[in-house]
């Protein structure tokens, strides 16, 4: 579990989280949403430890992520996974070399660990068939054809799923979604919301989204959790969101509905 205490940062005396409190519950999908400037993304750098609090504190699987040294914050992070906003794929590399530099970098060499690590999360992410389900040479041709593109070659849904790939790829149990579905077209974005759900539940990670789009929310979510100027002001599930009364949460479900 993931446990967020009193939590308080500001910058240049500028408050941007005020005394946040929150639990995030193992293998389910937490949604953190709110209006840009709302607090979302520095909420999940004090989480990740790439920001220390100015008070309180942040706990990952009992282990206190401010006071951690660099050495075991680096461990805690390779249980995480991440999936950037423009899924900042390295445009040198091709989609295998993209999926695994992170395992390259921990000093990982063996090329058939290194293939097969690689072919699971394509799986995973539907862009190879599962193995099995076709015969080899379809597979190996589908292999060769994939793990060969470049990411010019890709459309704005391939990167996504290529990006999520090189999350999963170090077997994480946290894997946490910068605005996923941000510049997709409906269809492809309700794809990326089937394949987050899909990929928490076959593998059992635990989710954390940060969205501010509540089609994406009420289709993923189990949890959300609501920021605005700082504050937590909904902690909760869906329908609780939907039937709250607060005319912060109103007015953004009428954007929504509009």
């Not at 706990?59 to 423009?86: A, C, N, T």
């Not at 390295?90 to 290194?114: A, F, K, P």
């Not at 589908?142 to 999520?164: A, F, Q, T």
Request: glycine share 6%; aromatic share 8%.
């Amino acid at each position: 579990m993931i446990e967020v205490i009193n939590l308080c940062k500001s910058f240049s005396g500028k408050i941007v989280l005020r005394d946040i409190n929150l639990q995030i519950p193992p293998k389910q999908t937490t949604c953190i949403i709110g209006k840009s400037g709302s607090g979302k993304s520095v909420l999940i750098k004090n989480i990740v430890g790439l920001l220390k609090p100015d008070k309180g504190t942040v706990f990952v699987d009992d282990k206190e992520i401010p006071k951690l040294s660099q050495k075991e914050l680096y461990e805690v992070r390779k249980r995480m996974g991440f999936v950037f906003q423009s899924s900042a794929l390295l445009d040198s590399y091709n989609v295998y070399g993209n999926i695994v530099l992170g395992l390259y970098e921990q000093g990982i060499r063996d090329t058939n660990y290194l293939d097969t690590q690689a072919k699971r999360v394509l799986e995973a992410v539907q862009l190879l068939p599962h193995n099995g389900n076709v015969n080899k040479e379809e597979y190996e041709q589908e292999w060769n054809r994939i793990r060969n593109m470049m990411p010019s070659e890709l459309s704005g849904g391939m990167k996504k799923r290529v990006g999520l790939a090189r999350a999963l790829v170090g077997n994480p149990e946290y894997i946490f979604y910068d605005e996923p579905t941000t510049g997709l077209d409906p269809v492809t974005s309700e794809q990326i919301d089937n394949l987050i759900i899909e990929v928490e539940k076959q593998l059992k990670v635990t989710s954390i989204v940060i969205t501010h789009d509540l089609f994406s929310v009420y289709r993923i979510a189990d949890k959300i959790a609501m920021l605005n100027d700082g504050e937590k002001i909904f902690d909760g599930d869906l329908t609780e969101f939907k039937t709250s009364n607060n005319p912060i949460i109103k007015e953004f479900q009428d954007r929504y509905n509009q």
